[in-house]
Each structure stands twice: as structure tokens, then as C-alpha cells.
């Protein structure tokens, strides 16, 4: 499982996030990547994706390692 989380605030959901990667291992879920996006409006562009540069690096650094996983 790929775990995303985003809201409007700088804190990007991970409360919300961190609450899951504690809970999901119960019900057999297996996590292998987790990935915050802070301050959605100003970090995210319906037409480019995600503007800051780090966290898109990031996203697609984690999202690369879910995907090899699958191959």
C-alpha cells in the first residue's frame, strides 16, 4: 500500500497519515511507502501536479519503489 496524504495546512495530513501507518498493519495491510504533501494549495496544480520541486521528487522516488515492486 502506497499511502498519500495532503491538506491545506503545512502539517500536509500527517497526523491523519501517521494514525493509518499505526492502525493499517492489523487488518493485513502491508505499507511500503508513505509520502505527506503540505499546503496542497500552494503545492499542487491541477495541470502540472505537484509544484515544489522536493516533494515531487520525493512522490516519484516512492512511487518508482511501489511500482518496481509490482514487476
Partial sequence: MFLLATATAPGG?????????????????????????????DSFD???????QEKKAEFEEKLELVKNFFR
Fill in 13 to 41: 495530513g500527517k497526523n491523519v497519515l501517521a494514525a493509518l501507518e499505526a492502525i493499517d498493519p492489523f487488518g493485513g495491510a502491508q505499507i511500503m511507502q508513505s509520502f505527506v504533501l503540505p499546503k496542497f494549495k
Fill in 46 to 52: 491541477t495541470e502540472k501536479g505537484i509544484s515544489d
